[in-house]
């Protein structure tokens, strides 16, 4: 089977594929990514935690308002009706596990959502410990699974 | 000197860190991120990049205007208006290196802009080609520098 | 029946609620609110309605366009395709009565949409007159009544 | 002295108001509102707090993001930086009281950045306690002081 | 046939129509526009088109963005769900034309969409082209065909 | 003089041009556009008008709010902070005459705002009015005047 790109015409030119050809079916994607940091900078999130502090608070909604906002971020993304959002935090000795799950009834998948809620958790994250560490990174950002659409369920291989 | 979280209250509450007192300086952040595929999936954007094709060009794009979005996406980040933001990438043989500049001059430093534009351009690069390869990764987007302000220079140790 | 909060999780932890299962039907809500205000500044109000100016137009136009701004003011609610919205003012003596109807045909109430829609087009109200009276006070925004899914018909009791 | 709507010209169009000749100044406003709800329906709120839930997080959230939306929302408002948003809740038996306080380096004041925050916040907490109780009214939402600027300091009379 | 203004009340007050008992089906829109320019400017976007470069493709991003931001800038537009869009450019020697076509599975046309995409489009075009010659115009931009919905087919007439 | 375009490298990518070493001055541009719809058509606006209902002040929110919006819709424009924007019409047989200006103090021109504005304005006409006649055209949008900025004041030229 040929690989190809399929947002681009076969001039090379840009476009939002058209999907008014498929059937609506319930789509679920789920994504990961960690945020490391020195066991130190966490050892303040921690603190925070248990204080019932914001911290994890803030980069959840964070992370949920921009699955909501991916037509308007990643050009092009179709605008679709997201069911459900959920953003998992796992706080280990040095890093932070981010686990996003995004739902959808419609056209087109949500892989999108997932990566865009990780990756903005993530970088809130960052945004809140940055005065405590600068050289936070977020490392390993990918999709985990998806299921639904045309092309059915994809797991990602354990390496 | 003791480290702690700028974004929240001591009760643990977030809070907008107060700027009003400080004094405006050119400030500039350069962040950086990697978008791992495999070769055969590279050598898609590389034929699109060829003749002419908008792939790379597209998260060029993404990753501009997503720095200028930072104040609705970071909960807790500041407006401000940015002077300049430029995205640079290096096709390697199977991974893309995004590496965005930006700079301000204003009370508060522009790492999160530059940070939020890689990480949007290496989602919109996921996006683009996703139909070819799912299990694209995102890796290490980490702060390389940053100047200007009061906490000043910051260069990041290299391993 | 046990009250609960349903945006929250056992754990306490904020979530986008799965509406994935639930079924389209259409549905309506009515909001209320009232902005008060002196005598004389609603005098004004009214002379500028006289001369056909756009003091209340601009209050109807945003209120209309904040409830399709909805999902990304309030973080957990859901993307909806809004059927209708229409914004009906009330000029007393010294109040003006607003009234916000919203019509969405989806598997999520559009309570929001009308609450929301009153509360910016009283904001809207607020800013085009604060240069004549600063202590112009929003009162009494509620839901009147809704109408449609799973929870059925709902209506405001006089006290 | 002649009262006037400063935000419609004399022959009563809607105009954005000419700010080019104003000299910044630090301006602060502080806003205040309330969430009246049935003692029981608060007793969740309280419970949700108890265990480091996220309720009170998610409304101070979005009452942050919403000062920075004003522009986007109040269409006559200037684009402006905001140098700091606060968001407090004091829970009463029956009500919880909002205070927001915005602070900015401008040409123009920072109320409908304070008046906002507290509007948004208190939609917010009726979003995430509706389906315990519909019937949440949202009052006295006023301006309670403001600082800097031609106009100078205004502070609310106590009734 | 008596032709009226459908977004307004028999008041005269605006308001969004109501399409809660439409049915949804397949529309399309195409909408063209003209950027006329001097052949020397027009030769600047030729050659950096003929090096791989970006101009065009920044404005096809921008038209086909703007399509899913009308509800947000039409205030009486519905938010609806964009199946796809594309934007083709055609370079004469003192002009650019522009076309746009969107489709969508939906109670509402994609008229507005497909004039927007077009609008930004243009737009783009000046604001990247606007060092050479700030007198470059925006001319005819037009809807040039729609199907679907109730209203049926329509196809501009050539003069 | 060589023309150029100043928004592309010269390996032909797109840029956010860098106005960090810019001075602020005060900015000034004015914008014109037309819509021209049949006589019948422009009876109902003014008609409409007559009746002191919304669709020209409709036309006007929309303008100025887009101006707001520009940094959001042309990718490479700068946020700033615009101090005044004003939309005039003036209602001939066949066609209506819209001119914006926009003031902005700051380091970049505000031109992009007033062709903005105009184009929007213009666009929610054809919307409020498609429902009477599908073949109104927008025409002439082109910058009329600048001054402010390095390059100073220009002034179109008549024909």
Known sequence: MEKKLSHVTPAGAARMVDISAKNPTVREAIARGTVNMLPSTLELVKQNALKKGDVLAVARVAGIMAAKKVPDLIPLCHTLNIDSVTIDFKLNKS???????????????????????????????????????????????YLESKTGGKSGTYQRKRP
Do not use: F, Q, R
């Open 95 to 141: 890093n932070i596990e981010i686990t996003a799950t995004a739902v959808s009834t419609g056209k087109t998948g949500v892989e999108m959502e997932a990566l865009t809620a990780v990756s903005v958790a993530a970088l809130t994250i960052y945004d809140m410990c940055k005065a405590a560490e600068k050289g936070i990174t977020i490392n390993g950002i």
